[in-house]
């Protein structure tokens, strides 16, 4: 795996030693590929932009999705702490299996209300990858101390979406008055993965990632796989809010099964060849395919 920034959907990626790190042994190359941008977002909001701690409570929009997932795991990693979801009443059995505690279905109901019920005085942080009118009900959920990180602007993406309500996002979430956070002792952070590729704290993270995996901790959840001609489709399924956990790009589509009178040994042959010949790249993970000792010695 690397941290190769952008540019990496490509057949063939150029990244520096330094940046790699050996997938482990039982994580397959499209589960691997869901780890670098989901839960390197998810892991450096919760501890470094909020700074998570055992006995807290967090709201997360989109828990169905890749970072929704990612914030999940790792959020339940600390002891005694409350997640609030927000999905589609469809995802609720995955969100919940996954460890949230209270999903809730945005589409039906108000979840400031909801969450209220539940936690009068509110919660500690809330992961905002919405914006819009969604960023200050976030802020007014927050218990003092707390802190909204705001990762994304997806309300601003609506399919009915016109230059009235781009305006009216944009206006709800940039009028927002920074001398709130005085009287009411509040944070609010901006997250963004994309300018901090070069950081040396994110390689620090991903190993600790990697770790994190190993103890069972991370459970990456690949939703479903495109070729880089599917990419269309792929965009679709994102937009449409129909995917739960991440989905992932490969290069090529996948090679027909093998005619059932060729040879097994045929078919190895050509297999190993192609792992150790080229660079695959995974959305946004770089692959080397690698033979078993490669893995291991990295």
């Given at each position: 795996?690397?941290?190769?920034?952008?540019?990496?959907?490509?057949?063939?990626?150029?990244?520096?030693?330094?940046?790699?790190?050996?997938?482990?042994?039982?994580?397959?190359?499209?589960?691997?590929?869901?780890?670098?941008?989901?839960?390197?977002?998810?892991?450096?909001?919760l501890f470094r932009c909020a700074h998570l701690r055992e006995g807290q409570s967090v709201l997360i929009h989109m828990a169905a999705g890749g970072v929704g997932v990612a914030a999940t795991?790792?959020?339940?990693?600390?002891?005694?702490?409350?997640?609030?979801?927000?999905?589609?009443?469809?995802?609720?059995?995955?969100?919940?299996?996954?460890?949230?505690?209270?999903?809730?279905?945005?589409?039906?109901?108000?979840y400031e209300v909801e969450v209220k019920k539940i936690s009068p005085d509110g919660v500690d942080i809330v992961l905002d990858p919405l914006a819009g009118k969604d960023f200050k009900k976030g802020f007014n959920l927050l218990r003092p101390f707390g802190v909204t990180v705001l990762f994304g602007g997806a309300n601003f993406l609506q399919e009915n979406k016109s230059y009235f309500n781009l305006a009216k996002q944009w206006f709800q979430t940039s009028s927002f008055d920074p001398f709130q956070l005085i009287g009411k002792n509040r944070t609010v952070s901006g997250f963004d993965l994309g300018g901090l590729f070069k950081n040396p704290d994110?390689?620090?993270?991903?190993?600790?990632?990697?770790?994190?995996y190993e103890e069972?901790?991370?459970?990456?959840?690949?939703?479903?796989?495109?070729?880089?001609?599917?990419?269309?489709?792929?965009?679709?399924?994102?937009?449409s809010r129909l995917n739960v956990g991440k989905i992932i790009l490969v290069p090529r589509k996948a090679a027909k099964p093998e005619k059932e009178t060729e040879e097994k040994?045929?078919?190895?042959?050509?297999?190993?060849?192609?792992?150790?010949?080229?660079?695959?790249?995974?959305?946004?993970?770089?692959?080397?395919?690698?033979?078993?000792?490669?893995?291991?010695?990295?």
């Open positions: 795996m690397c941290v190769s920034g952008r540019g990496a959907w490509s057949e063939k990626v150029v990244a520096p030693a330094e940046r790699v790190i050996p997938i482990p042994e039982k994580l397959s190359f499209e589960e691997a590929a869901a780890i670098p941008v989901n839960y390197l977002t998810a892991y450096l909001m795991q790792l959020a339940k990693s600390v002891p005694n702490v409350t997640l609030f979801g927000t999905a589609s009443a469809p995802k609720h059995a995955v969100i919940k299996e996954n460890g949230i505690d209270y999903p809730i279905d945005y589409r039906t109901t108000d994110v390689l620090v993270a991903m190993k600790e990632l990697v770790r994190l069972g901790v991370v459970k990456p959840k690949v939703d479903s796989v495109f070729a880089f001609e599917e990419i269309g489709e792929a965009q679709k399924r994102m937009h040994s045929e078919a190895v042959s050509t297999e190993k060849n192609e792992r150790n010949c080229h660079y695959d790249c995974v959305d946004t993970l770089c692959l080397w395919t690698p033979t078993s000792t490669d893995r291991k010695s990295g």
